[in-house]
């Protein structure tokens, strides 16, 4: 096999890959709502995020000076108020 054979080749599979590829947008801005996690701690969700066959919440925390982050929660949340009921 000589080098524009394998170009060629190469450059097949890799397109082919991209054309696979999910075209939905990986980040969902929602309407924010408030609820809180397994703790009962409280959480800001704003967005979901699409990771592969799994959404997932993005959520705001904050620090205990007040710094504000973005997370993605891998673990359940819950309604505000309904944590162990």
């Known amino acids: 096999m000589n080098v524009e054979e394998n170009y060629a080749l190469m450059k097949d599979a890799v397109t082919d890959a991209m054309t696979e590829m ?11 709502f408030d609820a809180e996690d397994e703790s009962g701690d409280p959480l800001r969700v704003v967005g979901i995020c699409d990771a ?19 997370t993605i929660m891998r673990t359940p949340i819950y309604k ?4 162990g009921k």
């Not at 592969?52 to 973005?70: H, K, T």
């Open 52 to 70: 592969g066959d799994d959404l997932q919440f993005v959520v705001l925390g904050e620090w205990d000076d007040g710094e504000i982050y973005p």
């Open 80 to 83: 505000k108020g309904t944590t």
């Open 22 to 32: 999910k075209t939905s947008p990986r980040l969902m801005r929602i309407n924010e």
